[in-house]
């Protein structure tokens, strides 16, 4: 993987985004690459739980290791939950949004 720079940081974890070394931008679009020191395996588990979710949520393309960091290669989505969450100073979000994104 060739980490191009940061799009999204939480507490545990920095996410990537990321080429594939070796493959052009047409053969491998960029992805998102979520390094940190905790274990991802439970979080790698939520994302198959939750593929095809119609879009909504992140494609788990696989578990990662890098430099000692343990991580996950993810399709890229739009921006990170708490960019947006402090875009909207942290207010909680109306439930008609939360129910349509439960259907």
Known sequence: ????????????AVVW?????????????????KLGP??????????????????LFPSLLGQVRINGQKGLAMSLHGPSLYFVQRARGFRPFPMAFAWALAE
């Open 38 to 55: 905790a274990d991802v395996s439970s979080e790698a588990a939520a994302l198959q739980c939750l593929d095809g979710g119609r879009g």
């Open 17 to 33: 985004l990321c080429e594939v070394r070796g493959s052009s931008a047409s053969e491998s679009p960029p992805i998102a690459l």
């Open 1 to 12: 993987y060739h980490l191009k720079q940061p799009v999204g940081k939480g507490t545990h």
